[in-house]
């Protein structure tokens, strides 16, 4: 017999409308963040979201380097996102490149990193729609890596 699924923690954010289309948005820290849709005041909900993806991934490749004693000296993450062209303008695809410097990283260390943030630890990518066609590329130290598929599904499981 299988085990009933409990219940995770649970995380509230309030949005709070400042004008026009402009809202404060304030999590469980307090902190605020502007979410602007005309991204005249702050960034746009889609790359809001783009962001929390490249942000949630970025914390999990750079403790993976850490744990290996290879920590990274840079670190950035380029997200190029497609958007249907009709209403809703939903994100159908993800291209995530991680640009990282570091001596001692391994590109094949850094790919493993980036597998293991995007499909199961990241829980932004985990939350978005598997259909979402999701790719990698790393350029470590300045050198391109082809880039890579990734499938978010199998972490929803």
Not at 75 to 92: M, P, S, Y
Request: include cysteine; charged fraction near 25%.
């Amino acid at each position: 017999m299988t085990e009933p699924t409990l219940p995770g923690p649970t995380t509230t954010v309030t949005a709070t409308w400042q004008a026009d289309q402009r809202f404060e948005v304030r999590g469980t820290t307090g902190a605020p963040i502007i979410i602007d849709a005309d991204k005249k005041a702050g960034t746009g909900p889609v790359d809001t979201l783009l962001g929390a993806l490249a942000a949630c991934s970025a914390v999990d490749v750079l403790e993976y380097l850490e744990k290996r004693r290879t920590p990274a000296e840079q670190f950035e993450i380029v997200v190029t996102a497609e958007r249907r062209a009709k209403t809703a303008r939903r994100v159908v695809s993800a291209q995530l490149e991680y640009r990282i410097n570091g001596a001692g990283i391994e590109a094949p260390h850094a790919e493993r990193a980036i597998e293991l943030a995007i499909e199961k630890y990241c829980s932004v990518g985990s939350s978005l729609a598997s259909d979402i066609a999701l790719t990698s590329m790393l350029v470590l130290n300045g050198q391109a890596h082809a880039p890579t598929v990734r499938h978010i599904e199998d972490a929803l499981l």
